[in-house]
């Protein structure tokens, strides 16, 4: 009897040993749009016929996985796609936007679904990218910017499984309340040399003033946020603790000066703040863009592309944001 306790206690500790946060549980190919389809249906139970098929035109050129990893101890659901080609390469990890089963990768609306991942990954990137828990099938209940967090710094070590993967060059980017989750990322790792965001969540007080139903939807589910409303979303708005941000990781800020959700004086503001605490960065306004900046679609690849290539993939300096006086200007 003895003997079996002990034999049965050095399972469950291997098996805990087995399942640390970060590990991928389990994967399934996604070989083409039928394929996404069929794994949709299987993983979060519905139809996806809203989507477009044109937009997943990349598949071609890359390897697509559904991964399930572990995360808090949560079972969450997220994709891992890669080059074809073998090869060693840079990582980025991709912070979706939305909230619940509004906005999640497979979902019609999102701003930067799978579809336009396998086209920056075709560009010679490894990419992940969490559901977050609770959604695409996963475990857990999301937060909005709270607990789930844990899901986006659990790819960290999650990206030393693959053998196709440069652990030393990890670079994030994140669309609106992605955004707003790369920013968090950036404050809690060391592990990132690159971000770029696109129409992102700065500064939640304000947004919630522009879009007053916001008010009742979080305090439904955001943990918090009845109690201290202005401190729960404080803790999610960047603008109120850039000085907590990296000087060393330059930061692509995409934006469209239509967006009625994150309105483009928001953005403004951060790149004044970045100016104050000297953190490179670059700004790009799209004219007439709107939230998800599908009128410049191509644009924003180009710039996405551009600046992973200079401070990811060739490693370039980081620009000098510090003013010098010159007299021949």
């Known amino acids: 009897m003895k003997k079996y306790l002990i034999f049965l206690c050095c399972c469950v500790t291997q098996l805990i040993y087995c399942q640390q946060d970060g590990d991928i549980l389990s994967q399934t190919k996604i070989n083409n749009f039928e394929a996404l389809l069929a794994y949709i249906q299987s993983t979060e139970g519905r139809d996806s016929v809203y989507l477009d098929p044109a937009r997943f035109r990349h598949f071609e050129e890359v390897d697509v996985f559904g991964i399930t990893y572990r995360s808090d101890g949560l079972r969450v659901k997220g994709f891992m796609l890669q080059p074809k080609e073998a090869g060693i390469y840079p990582c980025i990890i991709y912070n979706r936007g939305g909230s619940l089963d509004y906005g999640t990768l497979t979902h019609y609306v999102s701003s930067i679904g799978l579809g336009e991942l396998a086209r920056l990954a075709s560009a010679g990137y490894l990419i992940v990218a969490s559901q977050y828990r609770g959604n695409g099938?996963?475990?857990?209940?999301?937060?909005?910017?709270?607990?789930?967090?844990?899901?986006?710094?659990?790819?960290?070590?999650?990206?030393?499984?693959?053998?196709?993967?440069?652990?030393?060059?990890?670079?994030?980017?994140?669309?609106?309340?992605?955004?707003?989750?790369?920013?968090?990322?950036?404050?809690?790792?060391?592990?990132?040399?690159?971000?770029?965001?696109?129409?992102?969540?700065?500064?939640?007080?304000?947004?919630?003033?522009?879009?007053?139903?916001?008010?009742?939807?979080?305090?439904?589910?955001?943990?918090?946020?009845?109690?201290?409303?202005?401190?729960?979303?404080?803790?999610?708005?960047?603008?109120?603790?850039?000085?907590?941000?990296?000087?060393?990781?330059?930061?692509?800020?995409?934006?469209?000066?239509?967006?009625?959700?994150?309105?483009?004086?928001?953005?403004?503001?951060?790149?004044?703040?970045?100016?104050?605490?000297?953190?490179?960065?670059?700004?790009?306004?799209?004219?007439?863009?709107?939230?998800?900046?599908?009128?410049?679609?191509?644009?924003?690849?180009?710039?996405?592309?551009?600046?992973?290539?200079?401070?990811?993939?060739?490693?370039?300096?980081?620009?000098?944001?510090?003013?010098?006086?010159?007299?021949?200007?």
């Open 137 to 329: 099938g996963g475990e857990g209940q999301e937060e909005y910017g709270g607990a789930e967090i844990n899901d986006v710094l659990n790819l960290i070590p999650l990206l030393t499984s693959s053998a196709v993967a440069d652990t030393s060059r990890i670079g994030i980017f994140g669309w609106s309340r992605g955004g707003a989750m790369t920013f968090q990322t950036l404050k809690r790792t060391n592990k990132i040399k690159v971000a770029a965001v696109g129409g992102a969540g700065t500064d939640y007080l304000a947004i919630a003033k522009n879009t007053p139903f916001l008010d009742k939807y979080w305090s439904e589910w955001v943990p918090g946020y009845v109690e201290d409303r202005i401190s729960t979303l404080q803790q999610r708005s960047v603008i109120h603790w850039v000085d907590q941000l990296p000087r060393d990781v330059p930061v692509l800020l995409l934006h469209g000066n239509l967006d009625w959700k994150v309105k483009a004086n928001l953005i403004l503001e951060l790149a004044l703040e970045f100016e104050k605490y000297l953190i490179p960065y670059r700004l790009v306004m799209f004219d007439k863009g709107k939230h998800a900046i599908a009128e410049h679609r191509d644009e924003v690849f180009a710039q996405l592309t551009s600046w992973f290539h200079r401070y990811l993939r060739d490693r370039e300096s980081l620009p000098d944001v510090g003013y010098k006086y010159n007299r021949s200007n």
